[in-house]
């Protein structure tokens, strides 16, 4: 079991859009020390040094793991570059806490989990959602056995942005893995984590909400078969509109029981001449628990999230891809059974 009696020096790899929320996140953490910021860009590098009170400033991950001495990183750079960075990290004897998904395809986070285990470092793919209230309340409700048997699962996150302009990387598939990867992630690990089954298949459909000439499909329906029966259903769509109305909505049927939790349930909203938009919710930062649950890890407790959990969240993505293309259900073994 690994101690430390002083702050864990940790780096911040990719200084783009999530990275303040990340940088934050580790500033009220008191076991983790920011020691420096890490961009290809060094303009934006320069930026986020600033931004985080001058920490040193690399363009290259090597030079800022030697030259700070860090023992953990936050990876938050562009989907396609996660599993190499992954292995580079563990490599280098660092724990690493890395944006979902883990890689854009089963090969990429295999080679990840397997780096981790055999360098014995701390792998958690960053699964934010799970560290929200919604969503804790949903696990603990089911693990409690109050439902009964579940058999069915319904979760919609409706909002209306996915990207900062038209030249993001996210809208690229090929470096994004597709929305259903980059975004519908999170749902796909959310019921697997919520029911606590073995996911079998998804059947997905997709559509280009916004504009017919968008890369990736903005809005997804995704079903996904579990071995003990129940069935989830995960709508995720960033075409929403109107775009300041974001919508999540929870359904859970069990043989004791349903559950629901309501678009409108976690904050108020608000009519004025700019239209309807609800008001910042309050309960827990996600961000700010899920870096905690990395610190718990990192100073000798088990990962909230682990490798094996990531792997599995970008098969169920691949399947989903995979099932808008051919328009068929996608098994999940048959995924993983090609990067053994």
Known sequence: ??????????????????????????????RLELAG?????????????RANGGVPAFADLAAALAGTGAGGCVVCTPNDTHADI???????G??????????????????????????????MPAHSHRYY???????DVLRSGELGTVDLVRLSILGGWIWPDWRGWMLDPVRSGGHALHNGVHLLDLVTWW?????????????????????VHDYLEM??????????????????R???????????????????????GEAGTVTDEAGTALLPPGGADGFAAQIGAWADAVTGGPPAVTGADGLLAVAMGVAAERSIATGVPVRIADVLKEAP
């Open 94 to 123: 660092a724990h690493l806490l890395i944006e979902k998904p883990l890689a854009t395809g089963v090969a990429g986070a295999r080679r990840a989990v397997e780096a981790f285990a055999a360098a014995g470092r701390v792998l």
């Open 86 to 92: 992954a292995v580079q990290v563990a490599e280098a």
């Open 133 to 139: 209230d919604y969503a804790r309340t949903v696990r």
């Open 242 to 264: 109107p775009a300041s109305l974001a919508r999540r909505d929870v359904m859970v049927a069990g043989t004791g029981g349903i559950l629901t939790l309501p678009w409108d």
């Open 1 to 30: 079991m690994e101690s430390h009696s002083v702050p864990v020096p940790v780096l911040l790899v990719g200084t783009g859009f999530i990275a303040a929320q990340h940088a934050a996140a580790i500033h009220a953490e008191p």
């Open 223 to 240: 079903t996904v078969s579990f071995g003990g029966g129940a069935t989830a259903v995960c709508e995720m769509s960033r075409g929403h």
């Open 37 to 49: 910021v890490v961009d290809v860009d060094p303009e934006r590098a320069a930026a986020a040094s």
């Open 195 to 215: 029911t606590g089954d073995t996911p079998e298949s998804v059947y997905a459909r997709g559509r280009r909400q916004t504009a017919a000439e968008l890369g």
